[in-house]
């Protein structure tokens, strides 16, 4: 299995643009989370779904932020409008049946001038 | 609301010393404890996982304990090596996630460890 993709893996945009970041779970797994990762703040979970249904989005910032999971193999995170306090590391992760046993992508590293 | 915290931020110290990573958790009331590896550039990877139920669990050089009572998790590397250098997260998860409600781990800050050749 190739494990957790995220796409793009650096994203650079100016203030105001929409960025949309992606993420395929592993196959058969039926929890996805997003998490934002900084130095100030550490790790983060913005959202996470169960069999494509949102379960807790208490952690997204803000309306500028959403997260859809159209189908068990795709979920994206948007902004819109990015701002320069949106840049850090956002992180996708996956899990079968018991969501304490989640597995990483390899993370979208956002930067926004 | 659960506050995880990792003392030292940063920690140095020469190829094959034994060596101590600490985590300390605010809310006792937890039923498991998660150690992960982050390397840079790349996504977390679960290393062990303590039930509330154990002490230790092991796996290679790598030794997690638990003390639900003071809040506190060690992770002990023994007969460190220069591919153990990464940043080491512990995490604890709040909620039940086999009830109704909702469920997430919340994660320390991470100590980075360097082993020096």
């Known amino acids: 299995d190739a494990g957790v993709i995220q796409s793009p893996r650096h994203e650079v945009t100016e203030m105001g643009q929409e960025v949309t970041l992606r993420c395929k779970p592993i196959s058969g797994h039926d929890y996805l989370f997003w998490y934002r990762q900084t130095m100030m703040r550490g790790l983060e979970l913005l959202i996470y779904?169960?069999?494509?249904?949102?379960?807790?989005d208490s952690g997204m910032p803000e309306d500028r932020f959403s997260a859809k999971m159209p189908n068990a193999s795709f979920s994206t995170l948007k902004i819109q409008p990015s701002e320069p306090r949106d840049s850090a590391v956002y992180f996708c992760?996956?899990?079968?049946?018991?969501?304490?046993?989640?597995?990483f992508g390899p993370g979208t590293r956002l930067t926004v001038l | 609301k659960q506050e995880v915290t990792q003392i030292p931020a940063a920690l140095s110290v020469p190829e094959g010393e034994n060596l101590v990573l600490n985590c300390s958790f605010t809310d006792s009331a937890i039923y498991n404890l998660q150690w992960f590896r982050q390397d840079p550039g790349k996504g977390l990877t679960s290393l062990l996982l303590i039930q509330s139920s154990q002490r230790e669990q092991t796996s290679g050089r790598l030794n997690a304990s638990l003390d639900k009572s003071s809040g506190r998790s060690t992770l002990y590397i023994a007969a460190s090596q220069p591919g153990d250098s990464a940043t080491y997260l512990c995490?604890?998860?709040?909620?039940?996630?086999?009830?109704?409600?909702?469920?997430?781990?919340?994660f320390g800050k991470g100590t980075k460890l360097s082993v020096i050749p």
């Open positions: 995490a604890v998860p709040q909620g039940q996630y086999s009830g109704a409600g909702s469920y997430q781990l919340t």
């Open positions: 992760a996956s899990s079968f049946t018991r969501p304490d046993t989640q597995y």
């Open positions: 779904f169960n069999n494509n249904v949102p379960i807790d």
